[in-house]
């Protein structure tokens, strides 16, 4: 099974900061790596797909980059609303994974 | 758009089984398949398996290969999640999720269903 690592597990940041989580695949994954935003108490939702591709109605402020191994979520300038745990997910191969999850705290 | 509707909570007994339901509600399955996570308490997302509605031929885990049943009714817009010899750290809530076609990523989800097997 292909393994993915997040980095960090955690992180608490300030309002207006820019906050960087990545996820390293454990075999080549070529663009096929998705994130989501889980905030408690509800089910994920998708905010990039295959890398680099903002889901519909996601704000801007998110962005996804990578391909192979390595893989970037970024949003720009955290906001309130940012508070979730984040998770990455390669489909390039079955079974699917996910990562363990980045949790996002606002300072 | 199409909503997910999952079937209500469970509490079950040690060696027993759950079916999970997940109903296309406000239209039909479009979507490529359905893909099943789950999340035990505190911990994160774990994939079980999927389904690919139009063949219906179904992947799973390995870690869940032999206990678990995941299909689809394309008549109903319904698809299953069977989990069979039920333990303790089966114990999680399980979410249904549509697969978007030749991306493979999870789209639209269920709210969750919850399931606690105890003694």
């Known amino acids: 099974d292909i393994q993915l690592t997040q980095s960090p597990s955690s992180l608490s940041a300030s309002v207006g900061d820019r906050v960087t989580i990545t996820c390293r695949a454990s075999q080549y994954v070529s663009n096929s790596v998705h994130w989501y935003q889980q905030k408690p108490g509800k089910a994920p939702e998708v905010l990039i797909y295959?890398?680099?591709n903002l889901q519909s109605g996601v704000p801007s402020r998110f962005s996804g980059s990578g391909s192979g191994t390595d893989f970037t979520l970024t949003i720009s300038s955290l906001q309130p609303d940012d508070l979730a745990t984040y998770y990455c997910?390669?489909?390039?191969?079955?079974?699917?994974?996910f990562g363990q999850g980045t949790k996002v705290e606002i300072k | 758009q199409v909503q997910l509707v999952q079937s209500g909570a469970e509490v079950k007994k040690p060696g027993s089984s759950v079916k999970v339901s997940c109903k296309a509600s406000g239209g039909t399955f479009t979507s490529y398949g359905i893909g099943w996570v789950r999340q035990a308490p505190g911990q994160g997302l774990e994939w079980m398996g999927r389904?690919?509605?139009?063949?219906?031929?179904?992947n799973y885990a390995q870690k869940f290969q032999g206990r678990v049943t995941i299909t689809a009714d394309k008549s109903t817009s319904t698809a299953y999640m069977e989990l069979r010899s039920l333990r303790s750290d089966d114990t999680a809530v399980y979410y249904c999720?549509?697969?978007?076609?030749?991306?493979?990523?999870?789209?639209?989800w269920g709210k969750g269903t919850t399931v606690i097997v105890s003694s």
């Open positions: 999720a549509t697969l978007v076609e030749d991306h493979f990523y999870m789209d639209v």
């Open positions: 389904i690919a509605l139009l063949l219906g031929l179904a």
């Open positions: 997910q390669q489909t390039y191969t079955l079974p699917q994974t």
């Open positions: 295959d890398a680099s």
